[in-house]
């Protein structure tokens, strides 16, 4: 369970993070990235503290948990901003 997790974050995070550079501004798709991140995190740090470590893996998938909250919280900042909207 430990492998499996760790690589359906690490897929997870690739695409996340591809997806969400290309569209800043979607603050729908932004919102919504966020929260699948929690959900995420939460599966991670639950697998990281709940399953049999792999001494290989265990070192990747704590700073993957970790870099995965400061995605989170950089996709709830574009979700939840305030975009200012000039008329020209």
């Known amino acids: 369970m430990f492998t499996w ?15 969400m550079w290309f569209d800043l501004d979607d603050q729908t798709l932004q919102k919504t990235f966020a929260w ?3 959900v ?10 709940g399953a ?10 704590q700073v993957l948990n970790w870099v995965n909250i400061v995605l ?4 709830f900042y574009f ?3 305030k975009l200012q909207h000039r008329a020209a």
Do not use: E, H, K
């Open 72 to 75: 989170a919280v950089t996709q």
């Open 79 to 81: 979700g939840y901003r």
């Open 52 to 61: 049999t470590p792999v001494d290989s893996l265990s070192t990747w998938f």
């Open 5 to 19: 997790m760790f690589w359906i974050l690490a897929i997870w995070f690739i695409v996340n993070v591809v997806w």
């Open 36 to 38: 699948i991140n929690v």
């Open 40 to 49: 995420a995190v939460i599966l991670g740090f639950w697998t990281f503290y």
